[in-house]
């Protein structure tokens, strides 16, 4: 029962919310967001983590005739990701309960079903379930930036939702000839992940035109489009730049994760040998969106668009990670994915934090803020350091298993994975000196206040957490991941499926070492 | 022809609609020519429909043959006619909405005693089992729409939109006239069952009942709005009263379409007449769905948005058309009563804004809705986003049903087609939305008005789309097991 009730609370405190006035409302979100929280990190004394199995199954018949469950679990890949929504969802409730922004309730009600689509698509098991989540989260999304976006805000939520749905429509193909091909293979319609999983998905000739490959296209443009890869990507720097904080902060931290995990979920276990074919395609797209994000997040004026533009080029080690077919690599980009939704989550809070007291985004208009407030630009340092993947920052551990694995397994990728690392420190390093040092451009500016500190702290000591201690991470989620992978770098996707085992690949790199 | 009690005891919910309907009238007559109350009105049109349902409950699916066989009670007669009464109960208080603007105050009764039986009409239409008796409820339910249409107060728009359904309307009569004398000459039947048993040899070998049938299909997809006969229908649903064009939209596309599925679709007369009538189908189907899409892209008018949009729909619902299986007819069911309840409450909507016209209203007058009435913005958003088929709404089941009943068929292609029909019409289903939800540059009162019946309509239909779309699965269920029971 208890992840049902971690998807539901969120719709049921949105209900509360929408029904009260609106100074209540802002308390009542806190004291229900932290709540929430406090209730989900019961999830570490109910989940094993020395299991690699799904767990914590709740199993309901929903559609008959087409074998659509109503089926939710839980495993070593979804708990981080379940657990960084939980975390981030109080903070950023939060920080915008008490402020001036218009229709607070709104707000507050959007962010709570926000998290009800997200935590939903985290723990679905079922493909049309997962589908309902990952498409319903777009709805809240659409809402936060339409209503409380910047200028730009229409053409923004208007190009957000569309792109985002369009590519998720061909992932509804691809799914719907998943359940036919079970109805062919088994006899009954499902949608269930763990009957998808027991497929055979024909990849005759390695052809383009094979079944397995044009699956693996419709699910791929959904979660390119969601993660986003390089070329899909034109909706993020728009979205990001017109989103409220708030918005900005789940978009980056959480939203984006869920393309990342649909490659995990349903990419890699669903189309072994589509993925090992396309590879090297994917790990071009990742490592051109890494460089290219850098390059592009150096040219930026606009603060907003410059973070917004280095999540392209984190995102693209996830990619990488998870293509280069290491054990390392696919646990540093799973790593990625948590230090980098505290990164973001972080940076976008901080520049929400400062573009309040300015009401600008432009980067010519800052300078010399370190004399001006203090704390901001200590608490600005610690997180861009984690971005920068600097050493005892979660950023360094991900971004340094990526680039391990890789190097043991193609090393080909390297050299220029790596000039995204040191471009990345440059834009973040070329940020901190026009904002904070030079010249004093401005006047009059408050230093962060309790409140805001408040929202700063638990994200740093997560962050040093992420670096110091990152066993304590891969112990609840190491199992599942060698799942995936096993050790010697043998590409072991199909464990889900003993019968499938002549579909055992093998990364030829990872076997010689 | 004999006549037995059975026969009266099977059609009670039809020809009690009739006897119902002369009340008003009566009471008008008798009354020198004054005119009722329009809540007495319309609460005997309400009882009768009611009385209706609860016959046809008590009836069952019976699949029994009335009036020698001219009539059937099977399957899709009984849920549709339940379905097409309930429609009707969700116009009445549409129409008593607005008064003296749906409909002349003087012709009040005489209006309603027309959409009762439009509504009779259709319910017979579904029942039909033989050509005679299909033509003969067709061109019944012309009549009352030829006649309720200029009947919305005397206004340029609605009588050129009358005078205009007539015209075509006549002539797709005239069509599906001379269909039906050839098929009649081919097969030596009226009856759709001993059309039908011969129909696969009928079609090999004779032209003429290929022509009959392909001239009755012809007709009938006029009806429905199929490209390429689908230009009257912006011009004549937009001037006529918008109660009216919201039952049309949903009901006569239902009803003709259950025809259609009887009579073309089980025959396999698609099947049957080789590749190129199948692909000619499945080209129609895409087409409407593009030309009704992409016109609704250009429309700043509400209403004529949502009816170029209807001519979407009727290309995804021909889709489920092509070689029926249990699956895609039971899809087709759900798609038909989904957006049965979707139309009808979206349309609603535009009653609050279009003041002293009938012919709808410019998209920018939603501008501000948000701020100055927040439920009905969230409404007509919830419905929008039920047409545009966002999850978890019915409007998404509906589609996911017709997509998967593509893939099961192997028809890739109008499967993408089907994809992209889907996207362009978020575009524009999202255009209202993003209006509601800005703010207005100037503060101008929002043209506005408080009609209490239309709310309870919207309120109604509300939770009926919620119960639909949480509902799915087992209603798909329950419409497949009433075709395996009897």
């Avoid at chain 1, 066993?471 to 989620?477: A, T």
């Avoid at chain 1, 199992?479 to 050790?487: A, G, N």
Wanted: aromatic share 18%.
């Amino acid at each position: 029962m208890i992840l049902t009730s971690l998807i539901a609370l969120p719709f049921i405190g949105a209900l509360i919310i929408f029904c009260l006035s609106e100074k209540k409302a802002s308390y009542t979100a806190v004291i229900l967001s932290l709540g929430y929280f406090i209730f989900s990190l019961s999830l570490f004394f109910l989940f094993d983590p020395t299991n690699s199995a799904l767990q914590l199954t709740e199993q309901r018949q929903w559609f008959p005739s087409l074998g659509i469950q109503y089926f939710i679990g839980i495993d070593g890949i979804s708990f981080w990701l379940v657990l960084l929504t939980s975390f981030l969802f109080p903070l950023c409730v939060f920080y915008s309960a008490f402020g001036e922004e218009k229709n607070q309730k709104g707000f507050l009600a959007c962010l709570f079903l926000l998290t009800g689509f997200v935590m939903g698509s985290f723990l679905a098991l079922d493909g049309i379930l997962f589908y309902i989540f990952f498409e319903g989260s777009l709805l809240p999304l659409f809402f936060l930036i339409l209503l409380w976006g910047g200028k730009d805000r229409v053409y923004a939520s208007l190009k957000f939702f569309i792109y985002t749905a369009l590519g998720s429509l061909f992932m509804l193909v691809g799914l719907l000839t998943l359940m036919f091909l079970v109805k062919e293979q088994a006899g009954e319609f499902s949608a269930n992940i763990l009957d998808f999983y027991q497929l055979n998905i024909p990849f005759v000739g390695q052809h383009l035109l094979s079944t397995q490959s044009l699956l693996f296209f419709t699910f791929f443009f959904a979660f390119a489009v969601k993660a986003p890869l390089f070329p899909f990507h034109t909706w993020l720097p728009l979205a990001h730049v017109e989103a409220p904080t708030a918005g900005s902060v789940f978009l980056a931290a959480i939203v984006l994760k869920m393309g990342v995990y649909g490659f995990l979920r349903f990419i890699l276990p669903l189309f072994p040998e589509a993925s090992f074919y396309y590879a090297p395609w994917l790990c071009f797209l990742a490592v051109f969106g890494i460089i290219y994000g850098a390059l592009m997040a150096l040219a930026q004026s606009d603060f907003k668009k410059l973070i917004a533009y280095s999540s392209v080029s984190h995102i693209g080690y996830c990619i990488l990670g998870f293509f280069v077919f290491s054990h390392y690599s696919l646990s540093g980009g799973y790593y990625q994915m948590l230090t980098h939704g505290l990164s973001s989550a972080g940076l976008f809070f901080l520049v929400g934090m400062i573009s309040a007291r300015t009401h600008t985004k432009q980067l010519d208009h800052y300078g010399g803020l370190a004399q001006l407030t203090p704390i901001y630009s200590a608490l600005f340092f610690i997180v861009s350091l984690s971005a920068i993947a600097l050493p005892l920052t979660g950023g360094f551990i991900s971004e340094f298993l990526v680039l391990f694995g890789t190097f043991l397994a193609d090393i080909r990728w390297v050299p220029f994975a790596i000039t995204g690392v040191v471009l990345g420190a440059g834009y973040m390093l070329f940020l901190i000196l026009k904002v904070f040092f030079g010249e004093v451009k401005m006047q009059n500016i408050p230093d962060l206040n309790l409140k805001e500190i408040l929202v700063m702290i638990p994200i740093i000591v997560l962050i040093f957490m992420t670096g110091i201690w990152p066993n304590l991470f891969f112990k609840y989620s190491q199992k599942s991941l060698d799942q995936l992978i096993d050790q010697k770098g043998n590409y072991n996707l199909t464990v889900h499926s003993p019968s499938l085992e002549k579909h055992k690949l093998v990364s030829t790199q990872g076997n010689k070492k | 022809m004999k006549l037995s009690f059975l026969d009266f005891v099977y059609t009670t919910p039809l020809w009690s609609i009739a006897l119902f309907s002369f009340l008003p009238l009566l009471t008008k007559a008798v009354a020198k020519g004054k005119e009722m109350r329009p809540l007495w009105v319309i609460s005997v049109a309400f009882v009768s429909f009611c009385f209706s349902i609860i016959a046809l409950m008590s009836l069952g699916y019976t699949n029994q043959l009335v009036f020698s066989n001219l009539l059937r009670l099977d399957q899709p007669a009984w849920l549709f006619s339940i379905v097409l009464l309930f429609m009707g109960i969700m116009t009445l208080p549409l129409l008593l909405g607005k008064k003296n603007h749906v409909v002349h105050d003087k012709f009040f009764s005489e209006f309603v005693f027309l959409f009762m039986n439009s509504v009779l009409g259709l319910c017979l239409i579904t029942w039909s089992n033989n050509l005679i008796s299909a033509f003969i409820a067709i061109e019944y339910i012309s009549l009352c729409f030829y006649l309720m249409i200029p009947l919305a107060k005397d206004r340029v728009s609605s009588i050129e939109a009358g005078l205009k359904y007539f015209v075509l309307g006549s002539v797709a009569a005239a069509i599906l006239l001379l269909g039906l004398s050839f098929v009649y000459i081919a097969a030596g039947s009226f009856d759709f069952n001993v059309i039908l048993h011969h129909s696969q040899v009928l079609i090999q070998k004779n032209r003429l009942f290929v022509l009959g049938l392909s001239f009755i299909c012809i007709a009938l997809l006029f009806k429905v709005a199929i490209f390429p006969f689908q230009f009257w229908l912006p011009d004549v649903y937009q001037g006529s009263a918008t109660p009216l064009a919201a039952f049309m939209s949903s009901a006569v596309k239902a009803s003709v379409l259950i025809l259609l599925l009887k009579l073309v679709f089980f025959g396999g007369f698609i099947t049957h007449s080789g590749q190129s009538l199948t692909v000619l189908f499945q080209w129609l189907a895409i087409l409407s769905l593009i030309v009704g899409h992409v016109s609704a892209l250009f429309q700043d008018n509400f209403k004529r948005l949502l009816i170029y949009s209807s001519i979407g729909h009727a290309g995804y619902i021909i889709m489920n058309l092509l070689s029926p299986d249990l699956f895609s007819v039971s899809s087709l069911f759900y798609y038909l009563i989904s957006y049965g309840v979707i139309q009808i409450g979206a349309m609603a909507h535009i009653m609050f804004f279009e003041g002293e016209e009938t012919t709808g209203h410019s998209l920018q007058s939603l501008k501000g809705l948000f701020k100055h009435k927040p439920f009905y913005a969230l409404s007509l958003t919830w419905f929008l986003l039920n047409l545009a088929g966002i999850p978890p709404t019915a409007g998404f089941f509906a589609k996911l049903f017709v997509f998967e009943a593509l893939v099961q068929k192997g028809l890739w292609w109008m499967l993408f087609w089907g994809v992209i029909g889907s996207a362009v019409g978020l575009a524009y289903y999202l255009k209202p939305i993003i209006l509601m939800f800005t703010l207005p540059e100037k503060e101008k009162e929002v043209q506005f008005e408080k009609l209490p019946w239309v709310t309870t309509v919207i309120v109604i239909l509300l939770f009926i789309s919620l119960d639909l779309s949480f509902g799915a699965g087992l209603l798909h269920e329950w419409m497949t097991q009433l075709w395996t029971q009897v």
